[in-house]
């Protein structure tokens, strides 16, 4: 059996890196914008001071921390998703990985600036660091926050390592099809790869090591995040579950998060021919089991409050089922719950649009879950002396815009300058005792085999 | 440097060239392979497996742990802060971190491991062509001692050959 190399493919996924329509001039500069007003506001609310926020007792845990824990879910799309799938082999991964990846890096960089944007002065974040302080100041271990410290970079170090390390090859071949700048640029990024077979072994060896080092990092990461709501003696926080249930939530947020970037990507890079049904079928039937899961673990956080009945616990609990947060718990249900389960289990109504429509209802529903887990309970603390309410003020929704279109520049940045879909990860799968593998599996996600 | 190579369209011509120059008596160190994919499939592309990576990931968390360890545990000695009589040391609490460090560390020393054994960041090589990246697969030889047999023996398979 002999195998043509595809050329195709190559021109193809390179298309959107070498070529610039004005398109691109014009979207850049309008989320440039956006994020500048965002910037703005930060430096608005720096200088003014945290009282132009809504934060205020007892609810001093506004929109900032449901953006960082929305955005560090979000993060759990990319790292985590791809490795599980390198590590099981799936073939279908291969034009998801990168694009999942991406999202990983750059969600938990957006989501790491609002604790330093909820800081009120970002100056003394570097407190957090431990170094030999005369001022006698030692970062205390025993303190969430600097779990958080130490969990986020740790996966953001190796996040950035595993999104890195499989773009050398493809830094390479633009490196070879390029002159000038480019040449020059991406020779420098490709380090001289030149495609031995000892150069392949030790970076499918490295990736696979990193594939089984990233989940129990990514997993730790979300319930290290968790810990900052469950160490503390607040109602429905002090919780056993809140580690697992973070983790579901997160990854449920993820997966969805992922599927919109796809078909955004899919469209407008005209990708078209990798980026295919079956991907969004594959993922939608993850994410449709991340569903189930997060409903049972909503059910299970009530039914232990309802079952503990103490009086403020129950406050909060009555407050998101009944009371001034319902109307956000009803529309979380509807979007994570009722919204995705018909779309993605009734083979009719399945399709690309469906999941697009179905994920979109989860990443709402999620951003309304991380809020329903802070507020409400932050309202209800203790005794009904330190009972209050909590509205957010202009500068935290500009924040809160302008971060979703961060994460649209940044992407869009990223591109333009690295191929989204790696391309020698889709050479791979050209092989043909690869393709029908892929083949099988494919007739198997669709049923056509028994 | 002297250099014959040859740009082989497909793994299985290449197999052919690799094949021709083994029983052609150059030495496999001599051979040189570039792909613009792993060929792990075939024989030529399987070469150079074994790998002490998965032990320097070992010895990398555990050089993390340890770390973490020593970070937690002897600065919370030295800076000790008032626990009311509680453990200063709280190993419970300090797991979290030396996790953390445990896994960077292995996953450093597999980055490490892998530009170290893959040569990384280097020069390319003068045998080296750019068709590599179009997808042909180049086998060559560097300053061959028998010019005249390792030239038959790429020619066989491809029908030219290239020279430095």
Not at chain 1, 166 to 190: C, E, M, Q
Not at chain 2, 3 to 19: C, H, K, N, R, S
Not at chain 2, 78 to 91: A, C, E, F, K, R
Request: with cysteine; net charge positive; proline share 6%.
């Amino acid at each position: 059996m002999t195998r043509k190399t595809d050329n195709s493919l190559t021109t193809d996924l390179l298309r959107p890196v070498l070529e610039t329509s004005t398109k691109f001039y014009v979207t850049v500069a309008v989320l440039a914008l956006i994020v500048a007003t965002g910037f703005s506001t930060w430096f608005y609310q720096i200088y003014w001071g945290m009282g132009v926020t809504g934060d205020n007792w007892p609810v001093y845990w506004g929109l900032h921390e449901t953006n960082f824990v929305f955005w560090i879910g979000i993060s759990h799309a990319g790292t985590l998703i791809s490795a599980i799938l390198r590590i099981v082999n799936a073939t279908w991964r291969r034009p998801v990985t990168r694009c999942a990846e991406v999202i990983t890096a750059f969600a938990l960089m957006i989501g790491a600036m609002f604790p330093l944007i909820h800081l009120g002065r970002p100056w003394l974040a570097w407190w957090l660091i431990p170094y030999p302080s005369e001022r006698m100041l030692w970062p205390n271990y025993r303190s969430p926050l600097v779990w958080d410290f130490f969990a986020i970079n740790t996966y953001l170090l190796s996040s950035l390592l595993f999104l890195a390390l499989p773009a050398i090859p493809d830094f390479a071949l633009i490196r070879d099809r390029t002159t000038g700048w480019r040449n020059w640029f991406y020779g420098k990024l490709s380090m001289g790869w030149q495609g031995t077979p000892k150069q392949w072994h030790r970076l499918e060896s490295a990736m696979h090591i990193m594939a089984l080092a990233i989940i129990p990092i990514a997993i730790s990461v979300h319930t290290i995040v968790s810990f900052d709501f469950s160490m503390a003696v607040v109602p429905m926080w002090h919780s056993t579950i809140f580690g697992p249930y973070f983790v579901v939530g997160a990854i449920f947020s993820g997966i969805a998060a992922l599927i919109i970037v796809m078909a955004v990507i899919r469209k407008t890079l005209h990708l078209e021919k990798y980026l295919q049904p079956i991907h969004f079928q594959n993922l939608g039937k993850l994410m449709l089991a991340m569903s189930l899961l997060w409903g049972y673990f909503v059910f299970n956080e009530r039914l232990v409050t309802w079952y503990g009945n103490t009086p403020h616990e129950m406050a909060a609990l009555w407050s998101t089922q009944m009371g001034r947060y319902s109307p956000m718990f009803w529309t979380m249900i509807f979007c994570n719950f009722i919204l995705p389960f018909p779309l993605l289990t009734i083979r009719k109504l399945r399709s690309i649009t469906t999941a697009v429509i179905a994920s979109c209802g989860v990443v709402i529903g999620m951003w309304l879950e991380r809020f329903l887990i802070i507020v409400p309970s932050l309202s209800y603390k203790g005794t009904p002396y330190s009972w209050g309410t909590y509205m957010p003020r202009w500068p935290e929704l500009v924040i809160f815009g302008s971060s979703f279109a961060a994460m649209a520049l940044l992407y869009l940045l990223f591109s333009k300058f690295i191929p989204i879909i790696s391309i020698w990860e889709m050479k791979v799968g050209e092989h043909p005792q690869i393709k029908v593998a892929a083949k099988v599996q494919e007739a198997e996600a669709a049923g056509d085999l028994v | 440097m002297k250099a014959i190579y040859g740009l082989f369209t497909t793994p299985e011509l290449a197999q052919q060239a690799v094949d021709g120059l083994r029983a052609a008596g150059v030495p496999e160190r001599e051979i040189t392979i570039q792909s613009s994919e792993p060929m792990e499939e075939y024989e030529f592309g399987s070469r150079d497996r074994e790998t002490i990576m998965p032990w320097n990931a070992v010895l990398g968390g555990t050089i993390g742990l340890a770390a973490g360890y020593l970070l937690t545990s002897t600065t919370q000695q030295s800076w000790p802060i008032t626990t009311g009589g509680m453990p200063i040391v709280t190993n419970w609490s300090n797991l979290i971190i030396i996790f953390e460090l445990t896994m960077l560390g292995a996953v450093f020393a597999s980055v490490i491991t892998l530009l170290f054994s893959a040569r990384l960041p280097g020069r390319l090589p003068k045998l080296y062509d750019a068709e590599v990246s179009e997808g042909k697969i180049l086998i060559g030889v560097s300053n061959p001692k028998e010019v005249a047999q390792v030239e038959h023996a790429l020619r066989g398979s491809t029908g030219g050959v290239r020279k430095l």
